[in-house]
C-alpha cells in the first residue's frame, strides 16, 4: 500500500523517523495501530454506555440542567475561593442517575 502525505505532515515523519531511529512505515503502522486500538476502545465504551440507557440502568439528564448544576458549582467555587477559605477539590453529584430497581 502506498499512502501518501501532505507535506508538512510527511515533514513531521521524516523528522520523527530521523530522531527514532526507526523506519518512517513502522511508524506510520504504531500510530495507525494505537488510533485503531483507540477507536476499538471508544467504541466499546459508547456501546456500553447506550446499552445502559436502553436498559434503563442510567437515566438520561438534560443538557441544559447539566451546564446550568456546572455553572452553580464553578460559582460557588469561585465565591469561596474569593473569601479565602483553603478548599479541596471535592467530588460533585454524580450526573447520571441509576435507576431504582
Known sequence: ??????PD?????DQMAI?????????VEDALAG????????REMLDRRFDDLASGAVQPIDGADAYRHLMEATE??????????R???TRSAT??????T
Open 19 to 27: 530522531e527514532s531511529g526507526r523506519p518512517s512505515g513502522e511508524l
Open 95 to 100: 450526573w447520571t442517575a441509576s435507576a431504582s
Open 9 to 13: 505532515v510527511q515533514a513531521k515523519l
Open 76 to 85: 460557588a467555587q469561585r465565591r469561596r475561593a474569593g473569601e479565602g477559605m
Open 1 to 6: 500500500m502506498e499512502v501518501h502525505f501532505r
Open 35 to 42: 488510533y485503531f486500538d483507540e477507536l476499538a476502545a471508544a
Open 87 to 89: 478548599s479541596t477539590p
